[in-house]
């Protein structure tokens, strides 16, 4: 489609605009993390790097992190084995049910994340009687990651055609040949996406964390009980310039590896 010179500035325009709109409470917060003030006022009358020592200093702050990442990893490996097998059985065989089983597995990232909570609270309290912490943490992450990789991988076989499986088990292959062989080369970039977008969404997860972590702080709940605190502004400033870095990394990676061609030319 040929743009004219003026559609073409419009849509340049409207673009900056949106990248803004997007961009520029994240980088007044990065900014706010130089601010030699405890007060937050602006324009900053100077800047500093000595919350930066005081954030790696904070014990509560690292122990948050590390509980984080903790979660994020249990989370990530659930979501990539349940959302590989139920996207393999939707993609490549045909039941009843099926498509009502893409719709229910895919509801719960769309649900409200207090709704969510309030189910698995008082799953995990009353029905189950388990402790809250790291494992319900886990589980209740679990929950909406495997949308994301159920998503990236059951869009990849779809692309891939069923023919080289096929074709794999008529020259003799096993199972698990063909599924080393023939599945996995096809799938890897799809799920190296869809493990990175789930990392950073268990990673970044409050609401749902609120209700099934106990006694337990994960990094964003950390910021959260830490924000009214004016002498631990500055801090938390910090780790939320952090946690955005930290967040771009596996978002950035996923983005690219989605946009992947796909198919065995792009998996070899």
């Given amino acids: ?76 490996l659930v979501a990539l084995l349940l959302g590989t097998l139920l996207s393999l059985a939707v993609a490549r065989y045909r039941f009843f049910g099926r498509e009502s089983l ?9 649900l409200p ?46 692309r891939n055609a069923r023919s080289f499986e096929e ?10 040949q063909t599924a080393r062989d023939v599945l996995f080369p096809a799938m890897r970039t799809a799920l190296l996406a869809g493990g990175l977008l789930a990392f950073a969404l268990s990673f970044d997860e409050v609401i749902v964390t609120t209700f099934t972590a106990g006694a337990d ?4 709940i950390w910021i959260l009980n830490n924000l009214s605190r004016p002498n631990q502004l500055p801090v938390v400033n910090v780790v939320a310039l952090f946690v955005i870095v930290l967040s771009f990394i596996p978002v950035y990676a996923a983005s690219r590896l989605a946009s992947d061609s796909g198919g065995f030319s792009g998996a070899r």
């Fill in 102 to 110: 893409s719709f229910l597995v895919i509801l719960p990232i769309a």
């Fill in 113 to 158: 994340g207090i709704v969510t909570g309030m189910a698995l609270n008082a799953t995990f309290t009353q029905f189950l009687g388990v402790d809250l912490g790291f494992t319900t943490v886990v589980i209740a992450h679990a929950t909406f990651c495997i949308v994301v990789v159920y998503n990236n991988v059951v869009a990849r076989l779809r």
């Fill in 217 to 220: 702080q994960t990094l964003p």
């Fill in 167 to 176: 074709a794999s088990a008529d020259l003799g292959a096993s199972t698990w």
């Fill in 1 to 76: 489609m040929i743009l004219s010179p003026a559609t073409r500035l419009v849509l340049r325009v409207l673009s900056a605009l949106t990248l803004l709109f997007i961009w520029i409470p994240l980088v007044i917060v990065g900014l706010y993390a130089f601010n030699d003030s405890r007060v937050q006022s602006w324009p900053l009358k100077g800047f500093t790097l000595e919350w930066f020592s005081k954030a790696l200093d904070n014990e509560g702050a690292r122990d948050a992190l590390f509980f984080s990442v903790r979660v994020a990893l249990g989370a990530t």
